[in-house]
């Protein structure tokens, strides 16, 4: 069975600076992996997917992650963050020949002016 | 848009009453999934969908029940609600798998439930 680990429950980040929030998977097969980000009060929107190819992924707003198989992770990275980056971040995984998506416990990302 | 919509978003209940959410699409999508959102807990699935009358269970499926009667609606029940299914409660939807093999979900805007 596959889990998903998201090692910072909330991270504080001053305007422009650079961020990385961190995400560990655990699966005995190959995987599919998302970043999605929730901002206050609604649902939950796709940042971006690695599904094969190149494990250097770019998303929406300037986000971008990178898949590293040796590490089993997937860390999402931004190089200058933007107060309406404020928001909490969660990390998913899938596998082949599942229609089950397991999320991680998510981090809440406060950008600071 | 996907047009997946939630209903009701807000409701308010005393335990052991029964409770539904519906969740429904517009655009014919085969898969579908109710997950709740606590705090610490991130996402965590409760019974998907794979078709009309088509269910299966998920990480925390006692204490719910879920319907697929027809293509757009995905109904999930609170038999006798207690105070820990107080939650938000979120539905999704995912297209059938492309050549990539793999799907992305797209979430509906939550229902929150609270159980007094």
């Known amino acids: 069975a596959q889990s998903v680990t998201q090692l910072d429950s909330q991270v504080p980040v001053f305007e422009e600076a650079p961020v990385e929030l961190r995400c560990n998977y655990s699966?005995?097969?190959?995987?599919?992996l998302f970043w999605y980000v929730q901002y206050p009060n609604q649902g939950l929107q796709l940042l971006l997917k690695?599904?094969?190819?190149?494990?250097l992924v770019k998303g929406i707003n300037g986000f971008e992650a990178e898949f590293n198989k040796s590490q089993t992770s997937f860390h999402l990275r931004k190089p200058s963050v933007h107060i309406s980056d404020t928001a909490e971040y969660f990390c998913?995984?899938?596998?082949?020949?599942?229609?089950?998506?397991?999320f991680g416990t998510g981090t809440r990302l406060k950008v600071l002016a | 848009d996907a047009g997946i919509t939630q209903s009701p978003r807000h409701k308010v209940t005393e335990t052991g009453t029964p409770v539904t959410l519906r969740c429904h699409q517009t655009?014919?999508?085969?898969?579908m999934y109710w997950y709740r959102q606590d705090p610490g807990h991130g996402l965590r699935l409760i019974h998907y969908?794979?078709?009309?009358?088509?269910?299966d269970k998920g990480e925390v499926s006692d204490g719910y029940s879920v319907s697929r009667s027809k293509t757009e609606d995905f109904l999930l029940t609170l038999e006798s609600a207690t105070s820990s299914q107080t939650s938000v409660y979120f539905c999704?939807?995912?297209?059938?798998?492309?050549?990539?093999?793999?799907?992305?979900?797209?979430f509906g805007a939550g229902s929150r439930l609270t159980v007094l």
């Open positions: 999704a939807i995912s297209t059938d798998r492309g050549a990539s093999g793999a799907n992305v979900l797209t």
């Open positions: 699966s005995s097969v190959s995987v599919y």
């Open positions: 690695y599904l094969s190819g190149s494990t």
């Open positions: 998913a995984v899938t596998t082949s020949g599942t229609y089950k998506y397991i």
């Open positions: 655009e014919n999508h085969r898969y």
């Open positions: 969908s794979y078709g009309v009358k088509d269910t």
